[in-house]
């Protein structure tokens, strides 16, 4: 078999990498047919009813600690369509700072009532909206002391696409020296969420997070 450019195997009993490894140079894919986003979903995407409000495990159970705060958006292409249909995934740390995830070995308090992820479809007018706990800012970096200003994370699939992105809340001390504001440069002021108030007793405040997929407004994708 014809090998061109590096493999890269996986580990030592993966013996696929010759099926995937490009036979042909790499081409440059045109701008214009970049930038498309299929806002087609699968079946597969059913999210259940109570999937939006992660302030509860369940309708039954009591409410996590911490303040609860609502956010809502609209998904919108390059030309301001709304993106129907389309599954948006958030995850968020708890009000200690804590994530309920393996990989969050900081010992900061879990909450029992706090499970921290949930997703939605946009609806017909591309509009999405999340109940969550406030996070907590954490320490990402002990050895060096570097704390990540709070932060809400998002996913958004349509079609074969997934896009992942961070939505901020206004003046919080370590945005600026947040390494992922950085890489942002001017697009970090569109990830900051626009705080409202809203009439809603069970929320202390909403946050409006508009996310643009493509074009020079575009939110910033990880
Ligand atoms: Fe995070």
């Given amino acids: 078999m014809t090998k061109l450019g590096r493999q890269i195997g996986i580990g030592p009993t993966d013996n696929t990498s010759d099926q995937r490894t490009p036979r042909q140079r790499l ?3 045109p701008e214009a047919a970049r930038a498309s986003f299929v806002p087609f979903v699968p079946a597969r995407y059913a999210t259940r009813a109570h999937e939006w409000d992660l302030t509860r495990i369940s309708p039954d159970r009591p409410r996590a600690t911490g303040s609860p705060i609502e956010v809502t ?4 292409t390059e030309s301001g369509t709304p993106v129907r249909n389309a599954l948006i995934e958030i995850w ?3 009000h200690h700072g804590r994530y309920r995830h393996i990989e969050d070995q900081s010992g900061l308090q879990l909450d029992e ?4 992820m949930g997703r939605v479809l946009t609806d017909d007018d591309g509009n999405y909206r999340f109940w969550t706990i406030s996070p907590g800012a954490y320490l990402a970096r002990p ?3 570097r704390w990540r200003p709070k932060h809400i994370h998002l996913s958004i699939s349509g079609g074969s696409s997934r896009l992942i992105t961070q939505m901020y809340f206004p003046g919080e001390a370590s945005n600026e020296s947040d390494p992922m504001a950085i890489l942002m440069g001017d697009a970090f002021q569109r990830n900051i969420g626009k705080p409202y108030e809203t009439p809603d007793i069970d929320v202390d405040l909403g946050y409006q997070f508009d996310i643009v997929v ?6 910033y994708f990880e």
């Fill in 113 to 116: 009532n706090f499970f921290g």
């Fill in 73 to 76: 958006g609209t998904l919108k």
């Fill in 143 to 145: 050895d060096i002391g």
């Fill in 27 to 29: 081409r440059l894919i």
């Fill in 214 to 219: 493509g074009g020079r407004n575009a939110t």
């Fill in 92 to 94: 968020n740390a708890n």
